[in-house]
């Protein structure tokens, strides 16, 4: 267990329809990412919340969106799901705004149907 | 635009076998490079921190080098138990942290 807890585990949904993905963060860290992961694209990098707010953007599209709250954790909104969208979503957290170190949780397992 | 391209996408590899994985990237203005390990269905594991050209890192089986344009990652009599997807990143003068694909290792017993 990274510390790093990331709900659902799996998520199967339709076409056109919104989700959320949610990220509780390594105790003690402040800063949460995002990282979509397929086949095709490998790992790559959405959006990075520090201490509740944002600042890094990724290839995001204008279709998902993330927020970070006070008690830390995160949630990262998807909506008007595409096929394309299925991926695992991971979120990863790290103690200062430019730690080297990420801890990453186990996934979220998007599928679009 | 800053990319990490890594080599070979597959390995397959007999146990005690050695065999080394390639990454090599462009970044502007290199601040690390990373080298973690994912299995299948779980997050990426953080093996090694790299921060200059001849640096070397070292973990059981596992040494990691750096030179300006390339990282490798030595694999030293492997056992099935290192079978897993090891993955390379850099940061970026941005503090943006950019993955490879990754190399996918299969050590057979």
């Known amino acids: 267990d990274s510390g790093v807890t990331q709900t659902p585990k799996h998520l199967i949904t339709a076409t056109g329809q919104r989700v959320t993905l949610r990220c509780s963060p390594r105790?003690?860290?402040?800063?949460v990412y995002w990282y979509q992961q397929s086949l095709d694209q490998g790992l790559q990098f959405l959006i990075q919340?520090?201490?509740?707010?944002?600042?890094a953007k990724g290839n995001i599209l204008e279709r998902f969106s993330a927020q970070q709250f006070p008690d830390l954790h995160s949630e990262l909104n998807l909506s008007s799901l595409e096929l394309g969208d299925s991926a695992l979503y991971f979120c990863?957290?790290?103690?200062?705004?430019?730690?080297?170190?990420?801890?990453f949780g186990a996934g979220s397992r998007l599928t679009v149907l | 635009e800053d990319q990490v391209t890594q080599s070979p996408e597959a390995l397959r590899l007999q146990e005690g076998e050695s065999s080394s994985l390639n990454c090599s990237y462009t970044v502007s203005g290199l601040r690390g490079l990373f080298w973690y390990r994912q299995d299948p269905g779980k997050g990426p594991e953080f093996l090694f921190t790299?921060?200059?050209a001849g640096e070397e890192k070292e973990k059981e089986r596992l040494k990691a080098t750096l030179t300006k344009k390339e990282s490798f990652l030595h694999i030293t009599a492997p056992k099935p138990e290192d079978s897993a997807t090891y993955l390379c990143a850099v940061m970026n003068r941005d503090d943006k942290i950019i993955f490879g694909k990754g190399t996918r290792l299969h050590i057979l017993p």
């Open positions: 990863a957290s790290s103690v200062a705004l430019s730690s080297n170190v990420l801890t």
């Open positions: 790299l921060y200059s």
């Open positions: 105790s003690g860290d402040l800063s």
């Open positions: 919340y520090y201490n509740g707010e944002e600042r």
